[in-house]
């Protein structure tokens, strides 16, 4: 049988706590998509593009996620109704080939339709791999595997993994930096550095 353990949570003292409070409140972040037109949401089919693609989303408070290939129609409505009455889009990032277009076509068309049902407005676009992409960036391909009957346009494939770090990253952040009010960001940036300033302010007054 497998054991289980329950630890009390405790501070060593009043300047214990102040101090990690001091520590969380120069973390202190609002929500860096406030007032835009649209959230955005960044989502890989890869898992392990996660942590890669963080680092250029997470600066811009955007929710990086992977779809693990097909979701299932329970997960799409889930997502559906947690974007119920919000206007989101979604930054994907995905093999071009037979079954990254259908990922990505059959994600869109089920959370598209069921975020409509519950007021949502949703929309997919495709970040990467696009075949201009490439071709800007010479990227090797392969042909459509001959077992895979669905329908693809073309005689080439790629993969997204195939784009360089570096690359991936300046695609994705210009995704985001077309698509937002960099006003409005840099209001809230600003705001979240005053905020910073009272709280240890007050805590230093404590």
Request: charge should be negative; hydrophobic fraction near 40%.
């Amino acid at each position: 049988m497998a054991s289980s353990t329950s630890a009390p949570f405790f501070f060593d003292s009043v300047d214990d706590f102040l101090e990690s409070v001091a520590g969380w409140a120069e973390k202190l972040r609002l929500c860096r998509q406030r007032s835009q037109d649209r959230r955005l949401v960044v989502r890989c089919e890869a898992s392990g593009m996660v942590p890669q693609l963080a680092r250029v989303a997470t600066p811009f408070g955007i929710e990086v996620c992977s779809s693990g290939g097909f979701d299932s129609r329970t997960d799409k409505h889930r997502i559906g109704q947690l974007w119920s009455g919000l206007s989101v889009t979604v930054l994907h990032i995905g093999d071009y080939d037979p079954s990254g277009v259908h990922v990505l076509s059959s994600l869109a068309e089920d959370i598209e339709a069921f975020a409509a049902e519950y007021g949502g407005d949703v929309k997919f676009v495709r970040v990467a791999v696009t075949p201009e992409e490439a071709a800007l960036h010479n990227l090797p391909s392969a042909p459509p595997k001959p077992t895979d009957k669905r329908g693809f346009v073309g005689n080439e494939t790629w993969q997204a993994e195939a784009l360089d770090p570096r690359t991936l990253a300046d695609i994705v952040r210009l995704a985001i930096e077309e698509r937002i009010d960099s006003a409005l960001y840099e209001a809230v940036l600003e705001e979240e550095e005053k905020a910073r300033h009272d709280v240890l302010s007050r805590l230093r007054d404590v």
